[in-house]
């Protein structure tokens, strides 16, 4: 399996919103660990090591990119 890059989510606005409705009314703390949990329980459904490694380096590296750039 390879990382998938395309667009994938039927309704990306309506998850989007989701997404920050999860973290209404939470602090700062509280909002990292749903955010650590949300990638974990993702993390444990793709499964595949080859993917998570590849999706780990292109986080961090778009990080980075944003922070030089």
Known sequence: MKLNLETNIADYDGFYER???THNGLT???SQMVNA???LLLANHIGDAQVLIEALALARMSVADAKAG
């Open 37 to 39: 949990k949300l990638v």
């Open 19 to 21: 997404l920050i409705d």
């Open 28 to 30: 700062e703390e509280e």
